[in-house]
């Protein structure tokens, strides 16, 4: 997309609505000398997100904002994004889905973490489905996001091996793990 000029980050917010340690590993990793993004904003849908304490912990502003979609707010999320000079937006758990004008304006400048082998399991419940499917992988995509749910180009994906003993809860972690690794590298990858 854009190459490095220098030392100069790509300005990014984060869309959370949860625990948010995709977050925490995104924000590590734009404190990386040669990493191309900053986080300059954490974004929320509702103050209730866990994952807003990063914003204390690594000096970050956050700003919870409305996303029932109308005109009104869908102005004023964009106004907000624009003045803060936010270049890239990078959802994490953002359990609100986008209006498509705000898409439009942000347009190949937003991707999303889903956990799991896109285009299979897109939506919600995506472990519990796979393990019903008796699947042998599971895994994470980091795509584009357009206004197609999780229908977008995608980056990069990581594979984990679905054993017997397997549970929702067990192959959320795994994934979890391996999410942290991807979306890193699907920044790398996007910037390079
Ligand atoms: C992750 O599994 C992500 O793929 C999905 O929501 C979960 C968020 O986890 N979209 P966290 O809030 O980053 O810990």
């Known amino acids: 997309m854009k190459k490095l000029i220098g030392l100069k980050k790509t300005k990014v917010a984060v869309f959370i609505s949860g625990t948010g340690s995709n977050l925490k590993n995104l924000i590590k990793f734009s404190n990386k000398k040669n990493s191309p993004i900053s986080i300059n904003l954490i974004i929320s849908n509702t103050k209730k997100a866990k994952g807003l304490k990063y914003a204390n912990q690594y000096n970050i502003e956050k700003k919870v904002l409305n996303f029932n979609n109308n005109k009104i707010n869908e102005k004023k999320n964009l106004d907000f994004l624009i003045k803060k000079e936010i270049n890239f937006i990078c959802l994490a758990g953002f ?78 972690k795994k994934v979890l793990k391996k999410e942290h690794q991807l979306y890193p590298a699907a920044i790398r990858k996007i910037f390079s």
Do not use: W
Request: with cysteine.
């Open 95 to 172: 359990m609100k889905i986008l209006s498509k004008n705000f898409i439009k304006k942000f347009k190949g400048k937003i991707v999303n973490i889903h956990p799991s082998l896109l285009p299979k399991y897109k939506g919600l419940n995506t472990h519990k489905r796979a393990l019903k499917n008796k699947e042998k992988f599971a895994g994470c995509t980091v795509h584009y996001v357009t206004t197609k749910l999780d229908s977008g180009k995608i980056i990069l994906q990581k594979k984990v091996k679905i054993k017997k003993k397997d549970t929702v809860n067990s192959l959320k």
